[in-house]
């Protein structure tokens, strides 16, 4: 199997088991937590595996549903993941859509997927440690489950992020082998040491973007069609519902290059201030929820 290794050692053996839904991201938005009543009372991210229902047994939480105004960037909820000492030892703040077995400090599995998504996308905010920093990714395997066939992880800067702000990084493939299974993991600490203790990050509306054809499919259903693609001297964004949106264009690294009204049914932007390479973007309603998102290429 392959794995991806949890920050915890703790005196006892606890499995938990995955809670499989046949997509890659469920519960992307984290509004739907289930709520239990213990030692110290917890809350889990439905289809998201976390280390609550060990730590709570030792009076320690380091998954918690985040519903305080700021604390979540769309719907009414978001995961907060704080480092915490259990039992003498510095435990990251983790979810994963993988099974986590504490004792063998190991994450394995996954679910069931066949997509080969570009990027990863989602929001977050973070105080980080000393020298320490949380991460958010996604590993794809094949088959036999023990190669992988593609890999990101975008790490938090060392630098609090007090309000949310937008992440992208780009998938890394190394093999042409079909994907079988995709597993999240996000951690409120960076590695196996050098945790620190209050080390927390907040993720909130998770998504990948694919290629062509799963945009243009995703463009349907929106009402929102971006193109020619690659651009060269301008874009055009047509808009069938004439909803009032805007739309937002970052680089692959995250940081947002331009935002521009496209209320009309055909709205043209300028893509000559823009520099040659790959471009990730997000319509928005006028309530801030993302409408439609894609990459788009410009070449001079």
Known sequence: ??????????????????RGQNAATPNAGFETWTHTVSTVAYDDATGWNDLNSTTAGFGSVTCYKATAAGDFHGGAAAVKLVT?????????????????????????????????????????????????HGFMQILLTGSSNTDTIGFVRFNCTLTAVPAYVRFSAPVWYKSTNSVTTAQWL??????????????????????????????????????????PNPATVSLSIFNTNLTRA?????????RKVGSYPVNESTNQIDTGNMSAGSYLYTIFNEQGTPLNNGKIIVQK
Do not use: C
């Not at 805007?246 to 995250?254: D, L, M, R, S």
């Open 1 to 18: 199997m392959k794995k991806s290794y949890v920050i915890l050692s703790l005196l006892f053996i606890t499995g938990l088991a995955a």
């Open 84 to 132: 915490t000492s259990v039992l003498g030892t510095n435990a990251n703040g983790i979810v994963t859509t993988g099974t986590i077995n504490t004792g063998t400090q190991a994450i394995t599995g996954g679910i069931a997927y066949t997509g080969r998504p570009d990027s990863i996308v989602g929001w977050y905010k973070s105080t980080p440690g000393t020298s320490d």
């Open 186 to 227: 996000l951690s409120s600490s960076k590695g196996a040491s050098g945790q620190q203790v209050g080390t927390t990050l907040f993720v909130d509306d998770l998504d990948l973007i694919f290629n062509s054809t799963s945009i243009q499919e995703q463009e349907l259903a929106s009402g929102f069609h971006v193109g």
């Open 246 to 254: 805007h739309i937002e264009f970052y680089e692959i690294t995250g």
